[in-house]
């Protein structure tokens, strides 16, 4: 495989290093920096993002812009034009060779590749359901405006290759470090344990019913532990107190909220339960795995990929009987499937190391670096728009105009003083 050397721009959708999207960016630019490739950065704001590559010396662009919204206002819609200019002088300022947009929830990236004629590589992380529905309408965009795009799980890239009848679209999978992830020292019974922020799509309504039928059927009372961002006038909070409160397990739920270290928190007993409705490989379950710890999942499409490469238990999504048939034996039998746990650990580290998860992407990297942007021809009209260039114009001359107000202001002022200063200096000396 050709090595690096080329310019490489990864815009961000965000500043933060909190959800598996942004993390696994992070991972990949890293990558991308360990195989020889100039890396460049464009992030929306100032952050902890921006703070972590500062520190690996990583070249950054900070302007402002938003995710692609079907109700944008005047402000919104200005900040993503100018972002786009900005990205388009980047783009020729520092000689860039390809641009690569982290989730398909931001398309300035990919204009602003268009309008440069650079190659374009779209990451996919989303399937298009629950509040990703949106993008059914904008896969056109997506594809038009893509040399190649990247989901980062085979399910993921077979669904938009035959469901959405996306051509262009190849796969990678997400790498994990393992070795950055530290489990708690402390030993404690085991615990139910859901990594992730608390949102409808990540189901955690279920492991509450699951957790009042474990007592009810079973006999068993594990403590509940969640471990991710939420809010308290969020509704699907509010739903999932309701529901503690109804089946009285109020001394057995935990909300921890986010942390940049969740796996401080998780014991080696801890039994880690990811109830998804839908996701692409989550990261939770590669962590997971690569810690050793025992890992059950939804029978989504991303949970069963994901263990395919190591190991873990699966249950119908949606089905609390199920889901708690297998976490009582689990509980039951915790020797055994810690022992089954540390199996899964080595086959996981073996087959998802950084080469194996990230070779692909650079592959494909490689093929397209030199290629033409796919809607290159929208440079001829580019020239023409003059939009952002239009209102910089426009705020410099009115920039102009309200410091020569303030001049003449300042002039009157000066002028009012220094006369009622001399109108006091006459009273006083008569």
């Not at 696994?24 to 195989?35: D, G, N, P, T």
């Not at 786009?84 to 980047?90: A, L, N, R, T």
């Not at 490989?281 to 795995?289: K, N, S």
């Not at 410091?403 to 002022?413: F, K, M, Q």
Request: proline share 3%; with cysteine.
């Amino acid at each position: 495989m050709k090595r690096g050397g080329k310019n490489i721009l990864f815009v961000a959708p965000t500043n933060e290093l909190k959800a598996g999207g942004e993390i696994s960016h992070f991972e990949l630019i890293k990558s991308a920096k360990k195989r020889g490739y100039k890396v460049h950065v464009v992030l929306p704001a100032r952050g902890k993002f921006n703070n972590e590559l500062k520190k690996l010396t990583i070249p950054r662009l900070v302007v402002k812009y938003f995710y692609w919204q079907s109700n944008m206002t005047g402000d919104i819609e200005l900040s993503n034009l100018v972002a786009v200019d900005k990205i388009i002088q980047y783009i020729e300022q520092e000689s860039i060779d390809c641009v690569v947009t982290n989730t398909l929830n931001l398309p300035w990236g990919a204009l602003a590749a268009a309008l440069s004629n650079k190659p374009h590589i779209w990451i996919a992380r989303e399937f298009p359901r629950e509040e990703f529905s949106y993008l059914l309408d904008r896969y056109d965009f997506i594809q038009n405006y893509s040399n190649v795009i990247m989901a980062n799980s085979k399910k993921l890239a077979d669904y938009m290759q035959t469901k959405l009848k996306l051509k262009n679209t190849k796969y990678f999978f997400s790498y994990v470090n393992a070795a950055q992830l530290k489990l708690s020292n402390t030993t404690k019974p085991a615990r139910i344990v859901h990594v992730g922020a608390i949102l409808p799509r990540k189901n955690q309504l279920l492991t509450i019913k699951m957790l009042a039928l474990l007592e009810k059927k079973y006999q068993l009372k594990p403590t509940l532990l969640f471990i991710g961002t939420y809010n308290l006038n969020d509704n699907y909070y509010q739903e999932l107190t309701s529901a503690i409160y109804k089946y009285k397990l109020q001394d057995r739920v935990v909300f921890k909220g986010h942390t940049n270290t969740p796996y401080s928190l998780v014991c080696t007993n801890d039994i880690i339960f990811q109830p998804s409705k839908s996701e692409s490989i989550g990261r939770v379950v590669t962590e997971a795995m690569k810690l050793g710890l025992i890992t059950v999942g939804s029978d989504i499409d991303g949970n069963k990929e994901a263990f395919n490469f190591g190991g873990g238990y699966i249950y119908k999504s949606g089905d609390v009987k199920e889901s708690a048939k297998i976490i009582s034996d689990i509980l039951k039998n915790l020797d055994k499937y810690k022992v089954e746990a540390t199996t899964i650990q080595k086959i996981a580290l073996k087959n998802m190391s950084e080469q194996k998860c990230s070779d692909p992407f650079f592959k494909e990297l490689n093929l397209v670096i030199n290629q033409a942007n796919p809607q290159k021809a929208i440079q001829s009209v580019y020239p023409y728009l003059n939009i952002v260039s239009s209102i910089n114009h426009k705020n410099k001359q009115l920039n102009e105009y309200r410091n020569h107000l303030a001049a003449i202001e300042e002039t009157r002022s000066r002028k009012i003083i220094m006369s009622l200063n001399t109108l006091l200096r006459r009273r006083g000396t008569k």
